[in-house]
């Protein structure tokens, strides 16, 4: 069995910073890319960063030049910092894995519980 536990989400004042992280754990063999991703109210779940397993990162436009995504494979775990934060940054926050267990050979998705990022003006 395999989880992504998130943390770091909360209350934050416009043009602040919080930084999300992602832990994977149980019976991972290997993990591909990882991501996070958002959805606000009354909208649909989007893509906010993804990283491959060897460090290729790409972003949503939205949040270009201001949120870092990266990770660490010895600890399995992806970081997202969000810098210069805005309210319509308010959302949802929930990370993806693509990742293989122990014992398996192909790969599949993993989301975790989601962690909300509220953004105040």
């Known amino acids: 069995q395999v989880q992504l536990v998130e943390s770091g989400g909360g209350l934050v004042q416009a043009g602040g910073s919080l930084r999300l992280s992602c832990a994977a754990s149980?019976?991972?063999?290997?993990?591909?890319?990882m991501g996070w991703y958002r959805q606000a109210p009354g909208k649909q779940r989007e893509l906010v960063a993804g990283?491959?397993?060897?460090?290729?990162?790409n972003y949503a436009d939205s949040v270009k030049g201001r949120f870092t995504i990266s990770r660490d494979n010895a600890k399995n775990t992806v970081y997202l910092q969000m810098t210069s934060l805005k309210p319509e940054d308010t959302a949802v926050y929930y990370c993806n894995a693509d990742l293989v267990q122990i014992g398996g050979y192909r790969s599949f998705q993993v989301w975790g519980q989601g962690t909300l990022v509220t953004v105040s003006s």
């Open positions: 990283i491959t397993s060897g460090g290729r990162t």
């Open positions: 149980g019976s991972i063999r290997s993990i591909n890319a």
